[in-house]
């Protein structure tokens, strides 16, 4: 039950990033710190992969940039093994909420 609410977590996490304008982005991502960690990475990337699938390339390429930043931000590579990897400190939130694009 706990992993069906984080995945329904990340996924309106999601779904209100690719609506924003990116302006907003980090006050949505700072409103949401819980949810910033591999997790999300995890969720980014095979959200892409579906919309690649799908013909949507855009919203591909927009969410593996945002899975990009994120894994940047966690010291992360998104092509490691994200499940085992520990929670991010808030020095790390907070070095990725200055990096993303206003």
Not at 41 to 62: F, H, P, W, Y
């Amino acid at each position: 039950m706990i992993k069906e609410q984080r995945f329904q977590a990340y996924l309106n996490l999601v779904e209100r990033l690719l609506r924003c304008s990116c302006d907003q982005e980090p006050q949505i991502l700072s409103a949401n710190p819980d949810l910033v960690d591999a997790g999300l990475i995890q969720m980014l990337e095979r959200m892409s992969e579906v919309m690649a699938q799908k013909g949507d390339q855009n919203t591909a390429d927009c969410l593996s940039y945002f899975a990009c930043l994120v894994a940047d931000a966690l010291s992360l590579s998104s092509s490691s093994t994200l499940s085992s990897s520990p929670r991010p400190n808030p020095k790390h939130q907070l070095f990725f909420l200055m990096q993303v694009p206003s």
